[in-house]
């Protein structure tokens, strides 16, 4: 017989002397069956089948028949190699299978998936009332085998009861691992129940628990819809894994919709944050992800702040921010300023950028500091900031005077472009072990990437110091100095020295680093008089250091009490910095 729809099947009958042999082979879709009965009168009955199956993987049955017509047995081997079912493989396997007295018991189970093994366990059918039991004692996984960035082993057993229909078959899973690794993060121990019936697996619960932390889920699956429904609760969870941060984690979530695409609604807090070594103190979360977005709110106790973010879960993770601040105190370094008003960020977490950021009526006061920021970065924002020099915390220096910021910024944060100016006004300054303190003036241009230095110009104690030039945002430029009229006895009273020292040169810098600078020192005045010693050049001396680091003077020539010395040049010192 032939028929698209069921395959083929052909059967032989030959009778002889009251016995009956039946000859079948049949072919449908992946599956191959081929068998030899006999029979008679006596209703005595024995045979050979071997059935075998391809469609995923090669699954093969062969055994033998005896018995009788009324009370048939059969005993044989099931063989799988190279199974595999929607990504999940490939599985080997072995068991034995018998018919006696209406019941059929697998038994002596052996399967081997990847790295992880089933071994032992039966299985019993009633093909009277259907009833179906059995226990399968040993299911060692390699966690790796069915999550990629799981390392770790578990162990599992499994009992068998119901019906045996497909959704009245009840399976009950008990198992517990003594330590994995998820994603960095190692989890001391682990354990699990659960029941699959018919095509629905149920979570009855699932416990982990890393140090003083744990987390506890419970919940439900759908085989065939795919939908998920379930509670994580996380308990004081130390996360230490994300780089330059630490904090405790406890967080209640229900779990909704599909495995591909889960709808969480959470709410918890992450106690005693740490980033970067900077104490962050509480902050508590609330927000929900609906297919790829996840939308949280969240508020800092010690910011005094509140905000929003949404994320898309998929990389490089696009994120949209708003942080709402009032009277919040922001502390870094030796820094404290209070902040007020909202800045919106936008960009992405991998990695961590922000490529627009908008400032509404933000202001920060403190340290002598008055800072407002209005506007976008995409268009530009206004900045204006005024500065008591007097009372900006700097190590080792004494300022007096104010300074002030006009500038609208716009680009980036890593590539942000200024127009404005800086300039100050009745600008001290005064450096440890100075009697008196220098007057400096200072007045800078910028524009884009650029800046220009207008002036920059320090006296002191009859000397002048100047400074003109230009550069970028980025740390190079081009600049030149002057210092005329500078006299030790005056800054250094008591000192045996006395005289006049002048000089001029530039500086260009290509990298911001002690690497990238190069320039040139011309004495236009060098006479001197140390100890009683007097000593003059006899030409301007010249100071140089070029872009190999390397320091050469030229013009070495002084002369003094009836004495001269001189060098034509030297070139013996490599600048270097630790």
Same mark, same amino acid.
């Given at each position: ?149 799981? @390392? ?15 959704? /009245? ?158 009277? *919040? /105190? ?117 524009? /884009? ?52 020292? *002048? ?16 320039? @040139? ?58």
């Amino acid at each position: 017989m032939n028929s698209r729809e069921y395959g083929r099947i052909r059967s032989d009958i030959d009778i002889k002397d009251a016995q009956a042999t039946l000859h079948l082979t049949a072919a449908a879709y992946d599956a191959a069956v081929r068998a030899t009965v006999r029979t008679g009168l006596d209703r005595n009955l024995s045979g050979r089948f071997d059935a075998t199956h391809r469609k995923y993987g090669e699954v093969r049955v062969t055994g033998g028949l005896s018995g009788t017509l009324d009370n048939p047995r059969a005993n044989s081997q099931i063989i799988v190699r190279g199974a595999s079912y929607e990504n999940i493989g490939p599985l080997n396997a072995n068991a034995n299978a018998s018919l006696a007295d209406n019941v059929v018991t697998v038994s002596g189970i052996r399967a081997d998936l990847k790295n992880s093994t089933v071994t032992g366990g039966v299985v019993r059918i009633n093909l009277t009332n259907r009833n179906i039991s059995g226990l399968i004692p040993e299911i060692n996984v390699n966690l790796n085998d069915f999550i990629a960035d799981v @390392q770790g082993r578990a162990q599992f057993s499994a009992t068998i009861d119901g019906s045996a229909t497909p959704d /009245r078959v009840r399976v009950s899973l008990t198992g517990s691992s003594n330590g994995f690794d998820v994603g960095g993060t190692h989890i001391d121990r682990a354990e699990l129940n659960g029941q699959l019936s018919g095509n629905e697996f149920r979570l009855a619960r699932l416990t982990a628990r890393k140090a003083e932390g744990s987390l506890t889920a419970s919940g439900a699956y759908n085989l065939t819809t795919k939908r998920v429904a379930g509670d994580v609760n996380v308990t004081n969870l130390a996360i230490v894994q994300v780089r330059d941060l630490f904090t405790i984690a406890n967080l209640d979530a229900h779990v909704t919709g599909t495995v591909e695409s889960p709808d969480v609604d959470f709410k918890g807090s992450f106690r005693d944050v740490v980033y970067q070594g900077q104490a962050h103190g509480n902050v508590t979360v609330e927000g929900v992800t609906r297919r790829e977005l996840m939308s949280v709110q969240f508020e800092s106790d010690k910011y005094t702040a509140a905000g929003t973010a949404e994320v898309r879960m998929e990389e490089p993770f696009p994120f949209k921010a708003s942080v709402n601040t009032k009277e *919040s /105190r922001l502390q870094y370094e030796q820094y404290d300023v209070v902040a007020n008003g909202t800045v919106h960020a936008s960009g992405h977490l991998q990695p961590l950028k922000a490529e627009s950021v908008t400032f509404e009526n933000f202001r920060l006061v403190g340290e002598g500091l008055n800072l407002t920021a209005t506007g976008s970065l995409a268009t530009g924002a206004r900045v204006n900031a005024t500065a008591d020099l007097s009372q900006l915390p700097v190590d080792g220096a004494e300022l007096i005077g104010t300074a002030r910021v006009q500038a609208v910024v716009a680009g980036t944060i890593d590539d942000p472009r200024v127009d404005g100016s800086l300039e100050t006004t009745n600008a001290k300054l005064r450096l440890t072990g100075m009697p008196a303190p220098a007057d400096v003036a200072a007045g800078i241009e910028f524009t /884009r990437d650029r800046f220009v230095i207008e002036q920059l110009h320090a006296s002191y104690a009859g000397a002048t110091a100047d400074v003109s030039g230009q550069g970028t945002l980025k740390g190079t430029g081009e600049f030149r100095f002057k210092i005329d009229n500078f006299r030790p006895e005056r800054v250094f009273p008591e000192r045996r020295s006395s005289g006049i020292v *002048s000089l001029e040169g530039a500086l260009s810098v290509e990298q911001p680093s002690s690497e990238g600078i190069s320039g @040139q020192a011309r004495f236009t005045q060098l006479d001197l008089n140390l100890r009683d010693a007097p000593f003059r050049q006899v030409e301007p001396v010249e100071i140089i250091l070029d872009k190999n680091q390397m320091l050469s003077v030229r013009n070495f020539t002084f002369v003094g009490l009836d004495s001269r010395a001189s060098m034509e040049r030297f070139r013996a010192i490599r600048a270097t910095t630790s």
